[in-house]
């Protein structure tokens, strides 16, 4: 039976979903049932996702066997033994024939630290392979690429939550908190209420619509154009004189050049690329001013979330806002400041632990002589074993099954056949390896195109850490027996370690992995080693939890203002080497994919309340599946028209890349130049089939945001759609 409760047992946890990581108490007695905590983060909410979580833990087809594909094609239950023979015994034989590199290795910010960390541990020395990265690629790496070029250090959020109440003013570009996190708009409270909430989104999304009450001001740009209305919102800083130049002289570098970068971002030329109106850019602009410090105001935020991100300018536009948050002198002073709303359940941790291309534990250089000497001490190897750095995420899907490229890999926290840009070309290079091994909870449209599935345990059934998206490391706690067969991926980890005679210990009990972690991260920029699990647990009992770097072990008696371990890390300086944060001058170029002739209408995608991520596990829960059943276009009324659109009507959406049918949703919410779709959803209705696997050249991430597409009814008798007809 899918998760058999052990009585009566109960944990204080948090959460399976998003990075808010709202605390939560499961108790199992006759079933698995979920009460809400009080933290600081959520304050007692959990939305819908949350509230039925244990939907997946009872999932009909959860998987609880190994399946090895066998010779007529089908997936058939086998032993454990069986599954890691077969593996081991194929990457060998593989490997021996096409060099180390043949096995690649790609993960997921929704895995714990414990598992986040061994994986990318498991990736250099049990495979010696470079071909390691992970979905964050899709999610916060514009963002963390901006923040650490500024700022020296990448964590989302570098203050509690609970401060932005604090605020006159907050700027939010491209990010729907009231869908994406709904808890979170509590900490909205204050400053909306002091008219002060400003809502940069193309749709007038939930979010957006909180502001019409009066209490903000919502910019609905072209999609793909944030940049250049952030350039503009510095030009009018500047031009108004309304920067704080203590700050900047005192805490920043660079900035004169920056200035001068802006000269020709003037408003009406803004308005022209943008489609913003002047008289709100400037009202925007003036708002936020008086709101900073400088100005007499009690502080302002500029926050953003993938609208923005999610861009082949991703890096250069987090640049703009940094570089308009340093103009007002936010960040780094307590009560103001900027930062990225980070997505996944451990979508911070899972980016600081070594899972990614180019790093090893602590959130280090995997090309630093340094940091691989210390790592391969704490790992008992020599620095020589330890491979290069490989590729993004977008390049190594890409070069699967290609000549030269990776023949075999394994997925662990990913559903890529629906999450990753371009997906129909993503499936293509899957069903060209000769091994692909997925190891997830349901079987995922992943998990259906593997030679192997191996059963894995999930949030309840676990322990753990995860790192929330203020840098909070929080407990995970098991409160029921996994099902069936399936494993812990450490347990995975530690035997497939065995089989292929790799180097090192490989630890499978939770505490244990964290404690190796804490010592690898020592001296880290991302820095654990003040932790354990069970000093965790006493912090978060005293409160408020601890956020990292954490150096030294914290006193839980004593509860700082914020948190134990180092809530707002910025305030005496920056970790760069000038202690001042970097502005650097960037450049606006229209989107990769731009409208045009045949193809004129801007596509973006993003998500809906009732479902998380691909779907692999929303769409197994009744009560989400019964509120949001199918995926959707959504499109104007005006545009409706032209094309003789009515609500419900079959659609299809084509693009560069192909086509999806879909529901029409005809809605003013959307502006009439640009349609909108969840990507939630795989088959013919998927989002991805649309979106462009261009990338940022910094940072990697795909233009999920904006792509050129063309919109027609389409007739229900076409046969192929049958099955959505
Ligand atoms: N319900 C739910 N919650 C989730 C998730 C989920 O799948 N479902 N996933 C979690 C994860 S991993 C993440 S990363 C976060 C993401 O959280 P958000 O960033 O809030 O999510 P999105 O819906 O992807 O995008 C936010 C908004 O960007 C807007 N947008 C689209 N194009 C543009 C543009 O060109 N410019 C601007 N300014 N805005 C644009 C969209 O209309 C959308 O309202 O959510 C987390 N929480
Ligand atoms: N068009 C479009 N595409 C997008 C986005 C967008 O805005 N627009 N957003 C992107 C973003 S921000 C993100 S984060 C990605 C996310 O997209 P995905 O990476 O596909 O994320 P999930 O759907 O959460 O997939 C996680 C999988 O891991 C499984 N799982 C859960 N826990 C565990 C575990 O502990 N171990 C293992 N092995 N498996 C587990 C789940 O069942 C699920 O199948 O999508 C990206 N794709
Ligand atoms: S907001 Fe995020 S963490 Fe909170 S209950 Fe919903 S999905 Fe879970
Ligand atoms: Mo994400």
Redesign the pocket.
């Given at each position: 039976m899918p998760g058999t409760p052990r009585p009566a047992a109960s944990a204080a946890t948090h959460c399976?979903y998003c990075a808010l990581q709202c605390a939560m108490r499961l108790t199992a007695a006759t079933g698995l049932t979920v009460q809400a905590r009080d933290f600081p983060t959520n304050g007692g909410g959990l939305c819908q996702k949350g509230w039925s979580s244990t939907g997946?833990v009872t999932a009909p087809d959860r998987l609880t066997r190994p399946l090895l594909r066998g010779n007529g094609g089908e997936l058939v239950p086998v032993s454990w033994e069986v599954a890691l023979d077969h593996i081991a015994a194929t990457i060998r034989e593989m490997q021996r024939e096409h060099g180390k590199d043949t096995v690649a290795v790609f993960g997921?910010?929704?895995?714990?630290n414990e598992?986040a960390y061994q994986l990318g541990k498991f990736a250099r020395l049990a495979l010696g392979t470079r071909f390691v990265d992970y979905?964050?690629r899709?999610?916060m790496s514009s963002a963390a690429a901006g923040a650490n070029r500024a700022f020296g250090l990448d964590r989302g959020l570098p203050f509690p939550l609970a401060d932005l109440g604090g605020a006159d003013a907050i700027l939010l570009l491209g990010s729907n908190p009231a869908e994406t996190m709904p808890p979170f708009v509590r900490h909205l409270a204050p400053v909306r209420g002091r008219g002060g909430l400003i809502v940069v989104d193309p749709r007038r999304s939930a979010t957006a619509a909180l502001t019409e009450d009066g209490s903000g001001l919502h910019l609905a740009p072209r999609p793909g154009t944030d940049l250049a209305l952030l350039l503009g919102m510095l030009h009018l800083l500047l031009a108004e004189r309304l920067i704080d130049r203590a700050y900047v002289e005192a805490r920043t570098e660079g900035f004169e050049e920056v200035a001068a970068s802006v000269g020709l971002w003037w408003p009406e030329r803004v308005e022209q690329v943008c489609g913003v109106p002047v008289i709100d850019l400037q009202s925007a602009v003036r708002r936020l001013a008086a709101a900073a410090p400088a100005h007499g105001g009690r502080g302002a935020y500029i926050l953003t979330g993938?609208g923005v991100e999610?861009s082949s300018q991703g890096t250069a536009t987090v640049t703009a806002a940094i570089n308009c948050a340093l103009a007002l002198g936010l960040p780094g002073r307590t009560g103001s400041g900027y930062g990225a709303l980070t997505?996944?359940g451990n979508?911070q941790g899972g980016r600081e632990h070594g899972q990614k291309a180019d790093q090893l534990p602590g959130y280090r250089s995997i090309e630093d002589p340094a940091a691989r000497a210390y790592v391969a001490g704490v790992w008992g190897v020599d620095p020589e074993v330890i491979p290069g750095k490989g590729v993004p995420a977008v390049e190594l899907l890409r070069r699967l099954g290609t000549s030269g490229g990776p023949r075999a890999l394994l997925?662990?926290?990913?559903?890529?056949v629906?999450?990753?840009?371009n997906a129909e070309r993503v499936t293509e290079r899957l069903r060209a390896l000769d091994l692909l091994v997925v190891?997830?909870?349901?079987p995922?449209e992943?998990?259906l195109l593997a030679d192997v599935v191996l059963p894995?345990?999930?949030?309840a059934e676990?322990d753990g850490t995860m790192t929330n998206l203020e840098g909070r490391i929080l407990r995970r706690r098991k409160a029921i027996e996994p099902p069936g067969e399936a494993r812990s991926?450490l347990w995975i980890w530690a035997e497939l370690a065995s089989r292929l005679r790799a180097p090192s210990t490989w630890p499978t009990e939770p505490a244990a992995v964290f404690a190796e972690l804490a010592e690898a991260s020592h001296g880290g920029v991302a820095d654990y080693s003040g932790l354990t699990h069970d000093l965790i647990d006493a912090t978060e009992a005293a409160g408020h939890g601890c956020y990292w770097p954490v150096p030294d072990a914290p006193d839980p008696s004593a509860v700082p203002d914020g948190g134990h371990g180092t809530p707002r890390p910025f305030l005496d300086g920056f970790p760069r080497p000038s202690g001042r944060a970097r502005a650097v001058s960037v450049t606006y170029a229209e989107p990769a994919d731009n409208v045009r002739a045949g193809a004129p209408l801007y596509l973006t995608?993003?998500?809906l309340l009732h479902h998380?991520?691909?779907?692999?596990?929303t769409r197994r829960v009744a009560e989400l599946v019964a509120s949001a059943p199918e995926p959707f276009v959504a499109l104007h009324p005006l545009l409706a028209d032209v094309h003789d659109i009515a609500e419900g009507d079959l659609v299809a959406v084509t693009t560069g890349r192909g086509t999806a049918y879909v529901r029409a949703r005809v809605t003013a919410d959307q502006r009439p130049d640009t349609l909108f779709?969840p990507?939630h959803w795989g088959g013919l209705g998927s989002?991805?089939r649309l979106?462009n696997d261009r990338t940022d050249p910094v940072s990697g991430m795909p233009d999920?945001?904006v792509c050129a597409a063309s919109i027609a009814r389409v007739s229900a008798a076409v046969p192929e759609l049958e099955v959505i007809a």
């Open positions: 399976p997946v997921g910010g929704g895995l714990t598992k979905n964050g899709f999610c993938r999610q997505g996944q979508g997925v662990h926290g990913s559903n890529v629906v999450s990753a840009p190891a997830d909870v349901v995922s992943t998990a894995v345990t999930q949030w676990e991926e995608t993003g998500r998380y991520q691909s779907g692999a596990q779709m990507f989002a991805n979106t999920f945001k």
